[in-house]
């Protein structure tokens, strides 16, 4: 990781001394809006999709990035070119973004004039181990009692890194299992998302997963909709609830490092026959013919390559 | 602010330079625990209640400090005697503390064994001169359409800096009038918090305010029921609503820095007879009373030194 | 205005002179059922679709209007032959039904058995001064802290002059821009309607608006689903959320008098590039040629002729 | 009635030609803020806490009534005395204020610059009637589907005549039972009040009643309040539920003309052991003696003289 | 009945005999799963899709039936085989399955290890004598207070016989007229279902239905969505209100027994023109054809052997 | 405990051989009202309370026992003292009653009008065993996904064996800790009851426990409160929530059985210092003297005589 040059408001650091102040809103107001990008044979996917999304949760926001989108997807490539050189053919990049509205002066309780925006652009190699065996048993969903907020507190599709509330939620569910994965609901009781990523169940060969009224309009979740497209699979946005899950064929996260993580039990009940099921295999297969890698296969060798 | 030492794991740096990685979880996840304190004349008010309340919102967000209590406060006494030289007698300190459960390595999604929790402990001069005016003409109260998230979601007790939905709430009210204090909803339309303040209103010389199931358990809000009793002024937690303000003879905010925020207007309507209240007048006396010093000429004066 | 003769209970007076007793129900209960409709080139628009939305919402509040839908209609045309040779050929009126279930006598708390309903058809000159310039350059959607009532409490589709907190709701956002329109939010925080129309917005190419659960069924409403359908724009009813709104392309309100009024501006945030939009822009000449008047001039000369 | 004098905007007009224009914000918008207040013995009861109210209204409703609070009175009184001579001593009068923001021109969506409120004073004959037999029988009070709006919507303090839902509410039970009283429930399905009206039921000699988040605070409400101090009966508001009414002792109504209509059935379940229970008739009695009138024999009265 | 045998635990035993421990789970905790299946011209009508829906709802419970799907079904031909004989040609069966968790010895809390599943399964003659006057008049949905139960609390497609809240429901809309049936709201206000069957209502020649997000997916639902596709009537699944009751052309409600019961009232109001409409009787009319009985007659014929 | 008679409807069976109808309404629609009364030194403790509470369960539930009060309680009396004889000094019964409104024949959807209630009066030997660890170590209280319905849909206080959501709360915590407790959430996130018992907490001295408009008014419950006024410890009603448990100091539920059992520890985390706390101890010392039964002595013998 050290050999990592991170984007640091214009300038290239050491990802081991890049550092910002105790004072951005980043770590005094959890102000950091964000974008996880992963390259697949070192190309990045969907950078476009990613930074048009950030720009969208910045103007909800209502701070900039001191820069065009344009410019920042230029900037992004050159961050990218410079640290790509160390990485290995086998190992892709996960391509941050933050972005703060910068010098948080907690006295006054404004942002002051002259402040500007604090931009960081980091890549980092992507260790998938955490996640390779998830491709042949499936995880564990586990439902935490905390909920996701509702839309009109914050809105879940503005990326942003003031996650305290996911993380906790993450915890919970992991006191009882510790790979348990979350599958939070929202006040209503419905299916939300992830910690990190979006949810989606197969039943009766039809593919279902929530609107984004309260949960994030993933990249990856866009990308299973266009695959399930192209294998003329049926998939639809609704609400749904555990029974939904409980009484599904198939299961399975999306988020952008793991792309496609299956889940095979939810709240200690088998999800279907309790084993990876064929449309979430199919998906998995369709999507590395799409980036032409094999995505399970490389997080496998991610794992071999640790132990 | 560049004489100040801030207390950073273990080691004392200048304000100016304190700077964490950008991997901590501070940034990544927004998972700051966080008090502020503050000194009246140099001695740091209810020091004890605030580490105790720190103590609590750790417990519940299940990540520790690497230190007991008594160590916390030890060590804040001592991070504030090494500044305090370099307070002039009429400037109090702002005292910050900011715990976080260290790096997170986005790469396995989970915090890596050795993670040791970041522990910053910061003190600033208290610049109040942003509030020196509300104390005699009070402020302008405007409820945003953003609403504080239910406590299903994230109990608004757990004092925390993923604060992404006040800082959105804040701006949409700024955006119509600059000096606007926004007075933020619950999901259920009840009065809850401002972005960094309980609020109170004054009925019939009776004092009332939102129960803590919507909002932060405030030090200063415990100081003004010890005041009202004190000074025998019924005092009460309800659940409030926009009328209740509209009808009040009085209003306030109370927070760390200033202690007592008049508000006189409410949403463009005058609070009472739109002039700073007798209760909140005796409050603010009585307050001054119990630390020794005049706050509201205290914060007329850092005003002037500005000017 | 003074020209205009108003059907009233069987007579016809001018509608200076045209008064209800202080008894009605229209006064002391709010029950009014009502309709407004236009007309273009002096034909009615669409009266029949407004007519039966009128007994449908009759039909609901479980009073009648003493004549059957047919009648009604024959009346009304004739209310608007009486007064529409003194309309000039540039000036369209408006056709206003009020009905109400007649005297409601306080002492007793019900409706004495020999009371009759109210009926009012009302021809206005349709001054359209006010939108005029929204045209061009789109108005201010502003959303207020009150909230409509659920479908529970009343159902939006009986459209009704009980309008007190639409009122109230109206005033709030005014408070901070004197231009600015209502654009309000249901219990939820879902987007529901104005004060006095409907809401749309342009998302890629496809335009959205809430589905009645909580807002009127406007007939200039169905006429954008009927004018989109004809230009081949995809069309749809979902759950909107003030975030549709900052990343939206276009937006727009419809009612009955100005049809279309763009909005460019929400909360203080451009929508899209801040100009009215393509799709909103043929919205309007589509309309304007089904009705055989070019909306945005008719409206543009009624404010040359006041000032 | 004929006999009769309004005051309706500065000139005193027979009840039965007092009439208003069909473009009054009364009508066009159900915006009239009102106060019903009674004579006892030809004593007006508690005239300044109504006109109170009323201006408090008035103040949330964002309009005023083009008077002082003083003035108001003197001219309420005056309105009484120029009325009272035709009063036989055994009849009392409801003295009603309605106030609206005047005319409301349709066309321009706002009200003209030039517009000036509507004040209207009536007084009108008790008649009670209506409720004599309530008082020995007890009424049947039934719970209609429809829910009040909640205080986000419109806050139940604010005392209107957009009353359109509960006039909707009262006809849902009615056609069941005609003399059936609405007992209506808030969107949580907690008791809130009747359709002019508050509810309190008695269990284990104490009083309770619904808290004012969802219903009015009514005078009548507040003379229970006193009259139960009075007596020494423990009086508290709490959320009560429809079990709450099905396990009392007692339950009854209170309201500016009758005062106190008890309540013996609960959607078709007895109330108690079915009669008027004893803290009810002390409470009819107590109030009887504060204002020197027997409330139950006048209403007795009233209805003797009706048939 | 009493010639019909009931399978319970292995056992034939005669109907009138057939009963079970006051320990059982059913008893002790109403944890009874359950299906009613029911013949046509002594056929089991789709048995394997009730049958696959309790093995989903034993699923979601957590316990299991001590034998596999096929076997379920293999038993259940067995018990009709067994009954059948007795049955007359034009009376036709009601298949009932009861699973429970079986004995729950209360002292300790849980389940003891030795417990074994209660299964129980019955047939009884259909008599539809009840319902036969419905399928002429239509019926009466009334909608009572009570609400059903949000599906974060119990998701209404579990079937099972905790059924206190729809028996209460059920209760209070016959208070008031003996011949109602309850039509349920969620606790959102919107349309749910029957104490035991589904609601449709007919709008300008579609036909709409809640969805299962707050009812039973019911397998006389489905069949009403199988016959009105084979009919080419637009069927759909949407969020309705009492509105969309008032406002309809038809409406009807599904269940095992009667297979649709119009309603051609509700609460109060005509729905439609108050007789049973085109499109309720071409589904009763495809209904029987797929089944080759007349659904209609068979009832009429229930009845008068009755009298 | 088949020594133990019960009484079924005018009958003594043995216990083993008390068997009711599988078409009952206990079985078919949950319909069961039901009270556990248990005795201390074989003295039916507060059997008057619950016996008065069992029928206001009735009256809600619009069915009755078929007796009066005093006849009822005579009965209970009269089947403990039947059974008596054969339980040791040291063995306490658990006296359970379930009232149902009887036969309920499905045909017809609606109980025949001849049909009588089934009344059960059942006597078991208390086994205590399950709970004694828990005095000594306090139990793990864990919260399930799963909410109690709200009052709107079912009143908790109304005690019904409808119990299947609880049942299936309670399955869900016992996945991840097998002797884990539910302690269950209402819709809104606050803390409810258990799936038998109530909920306490301590902090800084004073208990709390949430009010009854979400549980059982529990006859336990209303002991605790009795028995804090005898000891003079502050104890109060409230809403309160997950994180109220997190950082209290003690917490502990109350059910019938075991009277109180204390809860140290809370979705993983530490409750206070972990250890049964002092004003618990207090509390159940202070039960024991009220019944002259050393309660924690007596489950810890009740399990070594099973070991």
């Known amino acids: 990781m050290t050999q990592n040059l991170v984007y640091l408001n214009g300038e290239y650091v050491p990802a081991s001394e890049a ?26 996917f969907r950078l476009r999709d990613h ?16 820069m065009m989108l344009d410019e920042m997807e230029q900037l992004t490539l050159e961050v990218w070119e410079k640290n790509r050189p160390h990485y290995p053919a086998d190992t892709d990049a996960w391509i941050i973004h933050n972005i703060t509205p910068g010098q948080w002066v907690p006295s006054s309780g404004q942002k002051p004039p002259e402040s500007k925006p604090t931009v960081m652009i980091v890549t980092l190699p992507l260790d998938l181990s955490y996640w390779a ?6 995880c ?13 507190s914050l809105d879940s599709r503005i990326k942003n890194r003031s996650r305290f509330l996911y993380t906790m939620a993450e915890s919970e569910v992991k006191q009882f299992d510790p790979m ?12 939300s998302e992830n910690k990190g990523g979006n949810f989606f169940l197969v039943t009766k060969n039809c593919i279902k997963t929530p609107s984004t009224i309260n949960c994030l309009n993933g990249i990856s979740r866009q990308t299973i909709f266009q695959l399930a497209n192209q294998l003329e699979i049926p998939i639809e946005e609704c609400q749904l609830l555990p029974y939904d899950v409980t009484t599904a064929d198939e299961a399975f996260f999306t988020s952008t490092p793991y792309c496609i993580m299956p889940a095979t039990k939810f709240n200690g009940i088998t999800v279907g026959n309790g084993e990876v099921g064929p449309i979430t295999r199919n998906l998995i297969s369709a999507w590395s013919q799409l980036v032409g890698i094999d995505i399970q296969e490389q997080a496998q060798q991610s794992q071999q390559s640790l132990s």
């Open 133 to 138: 065996e998830f491709y042949r048993t499936g």
């Open 51 to 66: 930074l048009e999304r950030l720009y969208l949760s910045l103007k909800a926001a209502r701070f900039d990035a001191g």
């Open 19 to 44: 550092k910002i102040s105790i004072f951005d809103g980043a770590i005094s107001l959890g102000m950091t809006v964000t974008e996880s990008t992963r390259t697949f044979a070192h190309q990045p």
């Open 180 to 191: 348990a994965q979350s599958l939070i609901l929202d006040t209503n009781g419905f299916l």
């Open 140 to 152: 564990h969903a586990v439902t935490p009692f905390t909920r996701v907020q509702p839309a009109q």
